[in-house]
């Protein structure tokens, strides 16, 4: 059985807690808080970056395309809107994740239904065999890690990054684009 990123990410989340987080290496005194809030953004675009590069690395796809196999091969016969809201992704972006993967032979789409309007999307034996080799957690080791912090944490830093988008004047519509995307 292959080892899980969860149990990595989970352990030193709890093994630590904002506050008394371990400083970036090279941290010091004489840093300044920005210098350390923006050492530690590294640390976690790194992290995010690796698990990109292993993803692609073993499973031959980008860990958007990972995902959405992921999520299609759990929900025989789910729809592009589905997996769009099962990704949190914009259906433009879920239909080009469907047209990669049914190119490469991982999955089908086939209208089904009465009017023949809804696609259902189902994962091939292929598919299989490449989310048996595929490195976990298959939707990112970001949104892993996040799932793992208790509900208090999980809403400072949404009130801390909300203040912080704000001040980058940042476009809001880029919150439903794939961080393996960019």
């Known amino acids: 059985m292959r080892p899980s990123f969860r149990y990595n990410v989970t352990m030193s989340l709890q093994n630590s807690t904002i506050e008394s987080a371990a400083p970036a290496p090279a941290a010091g005194p004489d840093l300044s808080p920005e210098t350390r809030v923006l050492r530690q953004f590294r640390i976690v675009f790194n992290s995010v970056k690796t698990h990109f590069r292993q993803v692609e690395r073993d499973a031959g796809l980008g860990g958007a395309q990972l995902w959405a196999l992921s999520v299609i091969a759990g929900s025989p016969g789910i729809g592009v809107t589905g997996l769009a809201r099962s990704l949190d ?22 209208r089904e239904g009465q009017d023949r309007r809804g ?13 048996q080799r595929a490195p976990m957690p298959f939707a990112g080791v970001l949104p892993d890690a996040l799932a793992s912090l208790d509900e208090e944490t999980l809403r400072r830093l949404e009130q801390d990054l909300a203040r912080l988008i704000e001040v980058l004047a940042a476009d ?8 393996a995307q960019l």
């Open 172 to 179: 809001p519509a880029s919150a439903q684009v794939p961080l």
């Open 89 to 110: 992704i914009h259906q433009s972006t879920a239909s080009n994740l469907v047209r990669t993967l049914t190119g490469r032979g991982l999955i089908t789409a086939a």
């Open 119 to 131: 696609v259902a999307l189902r994962a091939l034996p292929a598919a299989d065999a490449l989310l």
